[in-house]
């Protein structure tokens, strides 16, 4: 499932705890692909902690707790990292991440936490949810075969890559607009990890984000700038991202089209990329502005130059998806509409 259709899952599964409709998740995914970012997100919009609890890293007593006598009992000390309402407020999230990672006897531990939302005399705080993560086996992470008892007290979700949802969250993170743009130009290079050759850098969400990282680090110091984009996302997709960035020394001049000046389209498609990635870029920044309805006007115009129109689609679209509803008010945006009325906008 794309990540846009399982962050509204994840949205759903958290609102719906309090009326009792909640059910454990679990995303299966390959590593990097942004399972835990999603989690974070979810937190994030409702201002709620998220407690994350590597099973991997656990025994079974540091789930169950440890014993102690009381009396002519024995008594469970409760872990202090569960869910209390006390110390962590009355909702929030228990995510328990790598958990296919974990030895059967740890993941043995969490099948009454998982279902019963109890462990012992400890009960999660009704509002609380319970999210799950891990990595198929053919990932070539160290897992484990899920149990059946455990897989069957949650609803399982693998997530895939998309790169219009991964474009739309670089946009609202303020991803450097040069990866954004080389991943339009090379989209099959979003995600490209062989288990098979157990790479140790490679392309994913995650590593582009590093490579993000990278450009604001190394970009005045060419000679390691290479090396630092060769070590986020591997040796052959960190030297076309260095040539593709060198090459934008060519790029038309930005800050003419934002003001409606006359301004040639490339030829090149790459700059093609670079030039529409910039332009939603200028259109984010305008949003705030008191001239943003002539910036976004200017760019709809510019749209209509490209030779392909697929390629304005893919712009206009990038801005729909980041500024929202106010591109319908520009003027430019009927007229544009018209000239692509036969190829698809907006994705189902």
């Given at each position: 499932m794309?990540?846009a259709?399982?962050?509204?899952?994840?949205?759903?599964?958290?609102?719906?705890?309090?009326?009792?409709?909640?059910?454990?998740?679990?995303?299966?995914?390959?590593?990097?692909?942004?399972?835990?970012?999603?989690?974070?997100?979810?937190?994030?919009?409702?201002?709620?902690?998220v407690?994350?609890?590597?099973?991997?890293?656990?025994?079974?007593?540091?789930?169950?707790?440890?014993?102690f006598?009381?009396?002519?009992a024995?008594?469970?000390?409760?872990?202090?990292?569960?869910?209390?309402?006390?110390?962590?407020g009355?909702?929030?999230?228990?995510?328990?991440?790598?958990?296919?990672?974990?030895?059967?006897?740890?993941?043995?531990?969490?099948?009454?936490?998982?279902?019963?939302?109890?462990?012992?005399?400890?009960?999660?705080?009704?509002?609380?949810?319970?999210?799950?993560?891990?990595?198929?086996q053919?990932?070539?992470?160290?897992?484990?075969?899920?149990?059946?008892?455990?897989?069957?007290?949650?609803?399982?979700?693998?997530?895939?890559?998309?790169?219009?949802?991964?474009?739309?969250?670089?946009?609202?993170?303020?991803?450097?607009?040069?990866?954004?743009?080389?991943?339009?130009?090379?989209?099959?290079?979003?995600?490209d990890?062989?288990?098979?050759?157990n790479?140790?850098?490679?392309?994913?969400?995650?590593?582009?984000?590093?490579?993000?990282?990278?450009?604001q680090?190394?970009?005045?110091?060419?000679?390691?700038?290479?090396?630092?984009?060769?070590?986020?996302?591997?040796?052959?997709?960190?030297?076309?991202?260095?040539?593709?960035?060198d090459?934008?020394?060519?790029?038309?001049?930005?800050?003419g089209?934002?003001?409606?000046?006359?301004?040639?389209?490339?030829?090149?498609?790459?700059?093609?990329?670079?030039?529409?990635?910039?332009?939603?870029?200028?259109?984010?920044?305008?949003?705030?502005?008191?001239?943003?309805?002539?910036?976004?006007?200017?760019?709809?115009?510019?749209?209509?130059?490209f030779?392909?129109?697929?390629?304005?689609?893919?712009?206009?679209?990038?801005?729909?998806?980041?500024?929202?509803q106010?591109?319908?008010?520009?003027?430019?945006?009927?007229?544009?509409?018209?000239?692509?009325?036969?190829?698809?906008?907006y994705?189902?």
């Amino acid at each position: 499932m794309r990540p846009a259709h399982l962050l509204a899952v994840l949205e759903r599964e958290f609102t719906s705890v309090k009326a009792g409709h909640h059910t454990p998740v679990m995303l299966w995914g390959p590593p990097g692909v942004g399972k835990s970012d999603m989690v974070g997100q979810v937190a994030g919009k409702h201002a709620v902690p998220v407690i994350d609890v590597r099973l991997s890293q656990m025994e079974p007593t540091d789930l169950r707790g440890i014993p102690f006598r009381k009396d002519d009992a024995v008594e469970w000390a409760i872990p202090a990292m569960l869910p209390d309402e006390k110390r962590h407020g009355a909702s929030g999230i228990l995510f328990l991440d790598e958990i296919t990672s974990a030895a059967p006897t740890v993941s043995a531990a969490a099948y009454q936490l998982i279902l019963d939302r109890r462990l012992g005399e400890y009960e999660v705080p009704k509002g609380w949810v319970i999210f799950a993560a891990g990595n198929r086996q053919g990932d070539r992470g160290v897992t484990y075969s899920m149990p059946s008892p455990l897989a069957n007290r949650f609803s399982h979700y693998e997530v895939d890559v998309h790169l219009d949802d991964w474009v739309a969250w670089a946009y609202k993170n303020d991803i450097d607009e040069r990866v954004i743009a080389f991943l339009r130009f090379r989209p099959e290079l979003l995600f490209d990890f062989d288990p098979a050759h157990n790479p140790v850098a490679f392309p994913s969400p995650r590593s582009w984000e590093f490579a993000h990282r990278a450009l604001q680090k190394f970009g005045e110091t060419p000679d390691l700038l290479v090396d630092a984009l060769q070590s986020c996302v591997g040796p052959a997709a960190g030297i076309e991202l260095k040539a593709f960035v060198d090459n934008l020394d060519n790029l038309p001049d930005i800050d003419g089209i934002v003001k409606g000046e006359d301004i040639i389209v490339p030829k090149e498609i790459d700059l093609q990329y670079a030039v529409a990635a910039a332009l939603v870029g200028r259109a984010i920044k305008a949003k705030s502005n008191g001239n943003s309805q002539e910036v976004f006007g200017h760019i709809l115009d510019y749209a209509s130059r490209f030779p392909q129109r697929e390629m304005g689609v893919m712009l206009v679209s990038d801005m729909h998806r980041s500024i929202g509803q106010d591109l319908f008010a520009v003027p430019q945006f009927s007229q544009w509409a018209k000239v692509v009325a036969d190829v698809m906008l907006y994705d189902s």
